[in-house]
């Protein structure tokens, strides 16, 4: 059975982001993976040069310990969050990511979706040493994708984001090469 940390890189409440990680996470543990999710309206880090809290530590020791990471953002003027950034700051140098399969999945507003913010998020994780999937998901339109309470109204959409979940797992079980 896989482990996979999830990690959502956005902060505000009833969040796009959550929505879809929380689509994508319950798909993973459909398929038998072990799924610990980060949300980032839960965690608490610390910017680089202050003292760090417990939870940078936690994340840290889950990603380690991990066989995958899933890793969910909004486009935010053309890139990734900065919580997402200061999520990625906290994961050491060097990373503990290197060596790791990441997955992305980016949400936005607009008719191009988080297009941008992947591109951004991609040369970050691949600095970072992580072996980043080639199938990132970019949902569009968010806000017509998923209702209040986090359903997806939209089958493409959903179908698109399974295609994330399936990617990983097949990639960690040695079925899939990047």
Do not use: W
Not at 88 to 116: D, F, Q, T, W
Not at 151 to 160: S, T, V
């Amino acid at each position: 059975m896989p482990s996979i940390v999830s990690i959502i890189g956005n902060r505000r409440p009833d969040n796009y982001s959550a929505h879809a990680a929380t689509l994508v996470t319950e798909l993973l543990r459909e398929a038998g993976a072990d799924v610990e999710v980060f949300d980032g309206r839960t965690l608490s880090l610390a910017f680089p040069g202050e003292p760090e809290g417990a939870d940078a530590q936690r994340l840290r020791d889950a990603v380690r310990a991990a066989d995958g990471v899933l890793f969910t953002t909004p486009e935010y003027h053309g890139t990734f969050s900065a919580y997402l950034k200061l999520v990625i700051e906290n994961l050491e140098y060097p990373s503990v990511l290197s060596g790791k399969a990441v997955a992305m999945v980016g949400v936005g507003a607009g008719r191009i979706g988080a297009v941008k913010s992947l591109e951004a998020l991609r040369c970050c994780l691949a600095h970072c040493g992580a072996i980043v999937m080639p199938h990132a998901i970019s949902i569009a339109g968010v806000r017509q994708v998923f209702d209040k309470d986090g359903k997806c109204l939209n089958p493409g959409a959903e179908q698109a984001l399974a295609g994330v979940a399936e990617s990983l797992l097949a990639f960690l079980s040695g079925r899939n090469t990047v």
